[in-house]
Nanobody, 120 residues
Framework: QVQLVESGGALVQPGGSLRLSCAVS????????IGWFRQAPGKEREGVSC????????YYVDSVKGRFTISRDNAKNTVYLQMNSLEPEDTAVYYC?????????????WGQGTQVTVSS
């Protein structure tokens, strides 16, 4: 059974940092593209970042470029999202998902999400 479990969400002040983790079980992470998504209240889900399975290429939505960093530790079957210089607009539930196809498509497995709230 494939499971993705996100953690690390919290309430943080603007300008602060958080590191989200996505622990994956039931599959070998080496072969999968991993994406981070977020959904704010009343808004559609948005792709935030993705890391490829092959060469570790990374992709970011424009609004987080320079502030967020995605990384993976295949030995631990875990993917991370380091979020710096957080802004109130980053408030959302963050999800991770896996794809065998490519970044941006074919996400088959999803986690349950972790809440990130940026507020003073």
């Amino acid at each position: 059974q494939v499971q993705l479990v996100e953690s690390g969400g919290a309430l943080v002040q603007p300008g602060g940092s958080l590191r989200l983790s996505c622990a994956v079980s039931g599959l070998t992470l080496d072969y999968y593209f991993i994406g981070w998504f977020r959904q704010a209240p009343g808004k559609e889900r948005e792709g935030v970042s993705c890391i490829s399975s092959s060469d570790g290429s990374t992709y970011y939505v424009d609004s987080v470029k320079g502030r967020f960093t995605i990384s993976r530790d295949n030995a631990k079957n875990t993917v991370y999202l380091q979020m710096n210089s957080l802004e109130p607009e980053d408030t959302a539930v963050y999800y991770c998902a896996t794809s065998l196809v490519a970044c941006g498509v074919g996400y088959a497995y999803w986690g349950q999400g972790t809440q990130v709230t940026v507020s003073s």
